[in-house]
């Protein structure tokens, strides 16, 4: 038998974190390719940027055909965030204040991220973006040894506060309540 689990956040009832959640108003719009391993990861960190974030929409899968929308965002204001050997830093991307951004995540592991981007060749008709300043790891449950194993929810937090100022509190506030859920139970 399965737990009963929250209708609104998905986590289980002991661990709900809907008290925690609030939104954020941004312009980004996030795009995130999930690894299908991800989806049922009990800490994913995606699911719980989607609830504070209307602008962020996951779509799951491998191969091309998953992400089609994805793939047809107009070039000019579409970035994948990757810390390839090309890669922008965000902190230092030319953009015009009204300019509304698209951000492209891989959700996953390293390796699941890299073999995500093997497989979606498309992806290299993006301009890529990294950090030159990296947030320091909020996120203790998954130790995160590389500085680009950042948590998805960290990454999405980082860049949002980078290219609009914007205040993603609410991001760290869900997340904490979250590690805070997984350490008492
Ligand atoms: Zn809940």
Redesign the pocket.
Known sequence: MSRPT?N??H?PIKT???EAVSKISCQTKVYVMQHPSEVKEAKNTVRLAQLCLPNLEVYIGEEPESFKLIKNLPKENTFLLYPDENAAEIENLNKKSEQKINLIILDGTWKKAYKLKMKNPWLSSFKTLTFANLPENQYIIRKAKRPDSLSSLEAIAYSIEVLENANTQPLYNVLNKMMGSFIKH
Request: aromatic share 14%; charged share 0%.
């Open positions: 929250c609104h956040c986590y709900c974190v809907c």
